[in-house]
């Protein structure tokens, strides 16, 4: 879907482009036809086969909340009393190495972040809070982790949405033994209620969302390029919106409001990271309405300052490159039903397009489906760009929610078809986290988040919230499976150096600790 070439240049993979970019039409399966019938808790298919999938694509469980807390020797997070929202596996992140998936929690409270190791099949829980948060008390505690981003830095990112103070915590050794892990709450990141939370490549660039019903999007830029801790922070404005900034996207005051087109990036801080608004923009507080409350998150009421343009519960984000070669931030406005694509055009310039909603046609030249795009929450890309879009469904609903593939046939960031790609049946679930594995082109993970049978108070030994792999290898377009195995060695070629920094780090990590076992110090 989205151009390459930009990037494959600088690598010397320009001669591959043309046979990359000819992928980009079509999907390399046959779409489904009709959305999942949801199933009872801890059924059969929850525990073997949770998701309906084309002919060819193979899924297979790589862990789930019942096999680690039967192993004495794994470990995972329940916050105590919370139900089936104990654990909430949510948007995940593969190292660079292609080793360790991370998993956030996103529970009400107690949240943290947990270890998959592929190659031993474990999973530990890194860190988590106190659980005071419950009563209030969130010195200690964390709530609602819903991203986790790996980082340029070889760390990993979480933050706060819908419970917590809005805080990024960065876990600094994230391979070291769990006994030693290191983690700080990164101050640069502008407090706000956070999902899509996504590094540029060109090593100083943040974008983030803030996920309200009049909610904005941000843009940190670094000083210095890897170093994420002092920067500039911008919020994206529309320049035809004329609406209020504090009042939600579909109030009277905004519902005919124009929010794509030419656009702007307008500072809230200066470079040094010093705030331009009255507003503290990294001022911890609640997810709250400002216009009914004092304490509300810094980064929501210094948007408002400044003109922000409110979407509708912006959620996920995706970076990309689109055929005339400018970057492009994609991201999910659930309340809308819409994917947005923003075009960056320079350093304070972007214009902003919509790429896809429920009005997008489906399954153009396939058979029709039944299905219809519902609450759009997270996105995924694969190597060779095409974007994914993943539902925030079923929950309580009985029919199953749907993962998409975004058809865009010219790479203008406007997609032609929405093509159903997956669809979970898991009762009271919702699909979460699906990314690829940045060194074997063909597989994905998604989680299943929250469903009924994490509860094991109605669910005794329910399977509880799982991490399932997918592959794509046997997917009926063979030509299209093999151009994307070939896009996957060519960016594996151009992010060769940052895995071997990431796996060095890895080594330091996990050998440092071998040393200070056996009382070796940390000067051998």
């Excluded at 290191?182 to 983030?208: C, M, P, W």
């Excluded at 030509?479 to 895995?499: C, D, F």
């Amino acid at each position: 879907m989205l151009s390459k070439c930009s990037s494959l240049a600088a690598a010397g993979a320009l001669v591959f482009c043309a046979s990359a970019a000819s992928a980009q039409t079509a999907p390399y399966f046959t779409p489904l036809t009709e959305s999942a019938p949801v199933v009872e808790a801890n059924a059969e298919e929850e525990v073997f086969a949770p998701w309906v999938v084309p002919a060819g694509i193979s899924q297979v469980n790589l862990t789930s909340m019942q096999e680690i807390e039967g192993d004495p020797e794994q470990s995972v997070s329940r916050a105590e009393g919370a139900g089936n929202v104990a654990s909430m596996w949510d948007m995940t992140a593969y190292d660079a190495t292609g080793r360790f998936v991370f998993i956030p929690h996103e529970s009400p409270y107690s949240g943290g972040l947990s270890r998959y190791d592929r190659w031993t099949d474990e999973t530990q829980l890194l860190w988590n809070g106190d659980g005071e948060g419950v009563n209030g008390d969130w010195s200690n505690d964390f709530g609602a982790f819903d991203p986790a981003t790996f980082t340029p830095n070889c760390t990993v990112w979480v933050a706060e949405e819908w419970t917590g103070e809005g805080r990024v915590i960065e876990t600094l050794n994230p391979y070291a033994p769990v006994d030693q892990i290191k983690t700080r709450e990164v101050q640069s990141i502008a407090n706000v209620s956070h999902e899509g939370l996504r590094f540029s490549d060109d090593g100083r660039t943040v974008y983030y969302v803030d996920e309200w019903r009049s909610g904005s999007i941000y843009k940190f830029v670094a000083r210095k390029k890897g170093d994420y801790t002092k920067g500039q922070t911008f919020v994206l404005v529309v320049n035809a919106f004329d609406g209020n900034p504090a009042d939600n996207y579909n109030d009277e005051s905004n519902v005919d409001q124009v929010r794509t087109g030419r656009a702007k990036w307008v500072p809230i801080t200066t470079r040094r990271g010093k705030p331009l608004t009255e507003a503290d923009p990294f001022r911890n507080g609640p997810t709250n309405d400002p216009r009914e409350n004092d304490d509300t998150r810094g980064g929501r009421i210094a948007a408002d300052e400044v003109n922000g343009t409110p979407f509708g519960r912006p959620e996920d984000m995706e970076i990309g490159r689109l055929a005339n070669g400018k970057e492009v931030v994609f991201f999910a406005a659930t309340s809308e039903n819409t994917i947005y694509a923003i075009e960056i055009r320079g350093k304070r310039r972007a214009f902003v397009r919509a790429m896809a909603s429920g009005d997008t046609p489906t399954n153009v030249g396939f058979a029709p489906t039944t299905g219809v795009l519902n609450s759009p929450d997270n996105l995924a890309q694969d190597a060779l760009g095409n974007i994914y879009i993943i539902e925030d469904a079923p929950n309580g609903s009985d029919t199953g929610g749907d993962i998409w593939f975004v058809r865009d046939e010219d790479d203008d960031g406007v997609a032609e078809s929405l093509d159903h790609f997956l669809s979970i049946r898991v009762a009271g679930s919702e699909a979460t986290g699906m990314i690829f594995n940045p060194l074997n082109p063909t597989q994905f993970v998604v989680a299943v988040q929250h469903p009924a049978s994490t509860d094991l108070d109605n669910v005794p030994d329910g399977f509880g919230d799982a991490l399932w792999q997918f592959d794509v290898t046997g997917a009926e377009n063979r030509g299209l499976v093999w151009q994307l195995k070939w896009a996957g060695l060519q960016q594996r070629w151009q992010n060769r150096k940052q895995t071997a920094k990431c796996r060095l780090a890895a080594f330091q990590q996990r050998w440092g600790a071998f040393h200070e076992s056996f009382g070796f110090g940390e000067d051998l």
